[in-house]
């Protein structure tokens, strides 16, 4: 079963930033936050993941609170081509193979 | 930019018939996945492979599934008597799992749609 709990749904205005939330209030302290999207039924993106420090790349960034209870997910400039689903996960390690295991994550609606 | 490809894209059946579902995974990725995902419901691991032989598989994967590695480029689902209820989006996804960068994660591919009359 999914560690993690989301908001079924989300709106952002194009433009503006999204931020996801995301509550893993029984996070192990091996175990990392990873974000996965999956646009209208494509096969879910990779975006990020962290273990205990903020992390950004060139799609986002994580923050990640000092108790690692709970993480936000930040599209700094959302787009119409963000609408997807948003996938919270936490796993053991961070090298990739393990499997994933999805919840039912939040379907954000970016909105001209 | 390297990716997963699926085929075909959608495949329809009758039921007790067998289907293989096809994936080539990225070219110098040693792990590789199969997902499912029912019409409206979450994405469900079904079974990973390396090495040649299964790491892991799910409840679902039972004896009516089985994955090959034939020619060292294609990985394939095999389900032996398809039912109602293995109607679902397919994925495929492959892992390189080298130094820790970007690419050390699963990258999908664009799934094949199965529906089983």
């Known amino acids: 079963d999914a560690k993690t709990t989301q908001p079924t749904s989300m709106d952002c205005a194009e433009g503006r930033a999204a931020n996801l939330p995301c509550n893993h209030s029984?996070?192990?302290?091996?175990?990392?936050v990873y974000w996965y999207r999956q646009i209208h039924s494509q096969g879910p993106q990779y975006i990020i993941h962290?273990?205990?420090n903020n992390e950004t790349n060139e799609m986002a960034s994580l923050i990640i609170t000092e108790d690692r209870k709970s993480s936000t997910l930040i599209l700094p400039h959302a787009t119409l081509r963000d609408t997807a689903v948003y996938y919270c996960?936490?796993?053991?390690?961070?090298?990739?193979?393990?499997?994933?295991?999805f919840g039912t994550g939040t379907r954000l609606l970016v909105s001209p | 930019e390297p990716e997963v490809t699926q085929t075909p894209s959608h495949q329809v059946t009758q039921m007790g018939q067998e289907v293989i579902l096809r994936c080539v995974p990225i070219?110098?990725?040693?792990?590789f996945y199969w997902y499912r995902q029912i019409l409206g419901q979450k994405v469900e691991f079904l079974v990973s492979?390396?090495?040649?032989?299964?790491?892991?598989k799910s409840e679902i994967f039972d004896d009516q599934f089985s994955v090959e590695r034939p020619d060292g480029s294609n990985f394939t689902l095999k389900i032996r008597s398809t039912k109602l209820e293995d109607s679902a989006m397919y994925f495929c996804?492959?892992?390189?799992?080298?130094?820790?960068?970007?690419?050390?994660?699963?990258?999908f591919g664009p799934g094949t749609r199965l529906t089983v009359l």
């Open positions: 029984t996070i192990s302290g091996n175990e990392y």
């Open positions: 492979f390396y090495n040649n032989e299964i790491s892991e």
């Open positions: 996960i936490v796993r053991e390690g961070d090298t990739g193979f393990q499997k994933l295991v």
């Open positions: 996804a492959s892992l390189i799992r080298g130094p820790k960068d970007i690419y050390n994660e699963q990258f």
């Open positions: 070219s110098n990725h040693l792990y």
């Open positions: 962290g273990l205990k």
